[in-house]
């Protein structure tokens, strides 16, 4: 293996100098959408880049310093994107940091990452975001992005000098986890993205409309005697902000959609060609408001968990392409911050071990989406921000991710490779497990059960 001349995988994303991969992959079933591929190959590796791909046992591994793994009845996917991560810096590493976040999205199948901008301090200054860029060139495991704040302490009263974030690496500008509240505010946002470029992506959310809720106001709700969040909440903000976007002539994306109106409200501004895309979670794509009957803060999130309705209208809205990707909202805490009455407890789960297995168990294998469909919308977070999209064929750069799906795993029985253990598939039993992740053509991950001849035993 050689070492990689730099440390960025593109001009916006970061991660630390990893050895470039010289790797044989033998008759792995390879499905990759955009490639139009579903069958066996053979994929040779040489310097971090996909040198060929062939027949299964079609290819030679020239040289001594190939490593060959049988990968007979595992499927080679393209890596997995993120383009909604919470890494906790800087100031709250005791949740999380830029190391175990990105090893636990290498764990999870992921090769690239976007971390959003609310941390201590928040990422609203030029120095702040140069000295993250300069953290995760040490340590990501996997490259990393990052979005700036839009304001100033994501108070939404006040612009960033989003020229000069640009400058300094930012994929784009979000004050996620919080609405940009002001009208006004958000229009001057998008007159100067016309200026220094990035994304927009935002957290929707009315708070006058949202009140205290804690989660999705129904019967549910009503009958826990708990504050309820309305939909209308959500959905309202994504009509007047599509509506602005396309007063502009600007480009916005929407953050972790929970409900049937926000899929219309998406719908109907795409229709009109504005120029806006959505995401969704696997959690909202596979749980409802029914599980927080439990009180297990761990399924305490925003947007919360919605009716059985709204999760069916997510994951068909996915398929049509009405939402774009999928992405984790990964959000890391610690357990005193859980462990408390559920009003109490802070918002958000982990993801990133668990994306793929929970989407693939929940959805694909009762036949709700197809896989080839998960893939497509797993790999197309880097699109959203002008980035390469992962696929597998000769001569891209070795973005990989080997999967058993026949293993089966209860989450969180073996720890997380996470800081955190707030998983809400904790205690689960998931199909698929990640067994390998080649990340910009280094190996980022690989599991115990890749023995010293490099052949995968399932588990």
Do not use: W
């Not at 399924?299 to 774009?324: C, W, Y």
């Amino acid at each position: 293996m050689s070492m990689s001349t730099y440390a960025r995988h593109d001009d916006r994303l970061f991660c630390r100098e990893l050895p470039q991969a010289d790797v044989l992959l033998r008759n792995a079933q390879v499905l990759d959408p955009r490639s139009a591929i579903d069958d066996p190959h053979d994929i040779l590796i040489r310097d971090g880049q996909i040198a060929g791909l062939g027949p299964p046992n079609s290819l030679s591994a020239p040289g001594g310093d190939v490593e060959t793994i049988d990968a007979t009845g595992l499927h080679a996917f393209p890596a997995f994107v993120d383009p909604h991560v919470h890494l906790r810096t800087p100031g709250q590493e005791y949740k999380e940091d830029i190391a175990t976040g990105t090893a636990a999205a290498a764990a999870g199948g992921f090769c690239a990452v976007i971390a959003m901008p609310n941390t201590d301090p928040i990422v609203d200054d030029a120095a702040i975001l140069r000295s993250l860029v300069d953290t995760a060139n040490r340590s990501a495991q996997v490259p990393t992005g990052f979005l700036a704040a839009i304001t100033r302490g994501l108070g939404g009263q006040e612009l960033t000098e989003m020229a000069e974030l640009r400058d300094a690496g930012a994929l784009g500008f979000t004050d996620d986890g919080k609405p940009v509240v002001s009208a006004g505010i958000l229009r001057k946002a998008l007159q100067y993205q016309h200026l220094c470029g990035g994304v927009i992506a935002l957290h929707e959310e009315d708070p006058a409309l949202s009140g205290d809720g804690v989660m999705h106001e129904g019967a549910v709700s009503a009958r826990l005697g708990l504050a309820g969040i309305p939909s209308v909440s959500e959905s309202t903000m994504i009509a007047r902000d599509a509506a602005l976007a396309g007063y502009e002539r600007a480009r916005v994306h929407f953050q972790h959609l929970s409900a049937i109106e926000s899929v219309q409200a998406l719908r109907a501004a795409k229709e009109a060609g504005i120029n806006v895309s959505g995401e969704v979670t696997p959690h909202h794509l596979t749980l409802t408001d029914d599980i927080v009957r439990t009180l297990d803060s761990r399924f305490k999130m925003n947007p919360p968990l919605r009716s059985e309705r709204d999760r069916h209208t997510l994951v068909q809205a996915l398929r049509d392409g009405v939402i774009d990707c999928i992405a984790t909202d990964h959000a890391p805490h610690a357990r005193h911050e859980k462990e408390v009455p559920f009003e109490q407890a802070s918002l958000g789960t982990t993801g990133l071990e668990t994306a793929f297995s929970a989407i693939y168990t929940e959805v694909v294998l009762p036949g709700e989406l197809e896989l080839d469909v998960v893939i497509d919308r797993l790999t197309s977070g880097t699109a959203l921000y002008g980035l390469p999209t992962p696929r597998i064929a000769s001569g891209e750069p070795a973005n990989i991710c080997l999967v058993d799906l026949g293993a089966r795993f209860e989450v969180g029985a073996d720890g997380y490779v996470s800081r955190s253990e707030n998983c809400c598939f904790h205690g689960r039993t998931l199909h698929g497990r990640v067994r390998l992740t080649i990340a910009a053509g280094s190996v980022a991950f690989k599991a115990a059960q890749l023995d010293h001849r490099g052949a995968l035993s399932r588990s």
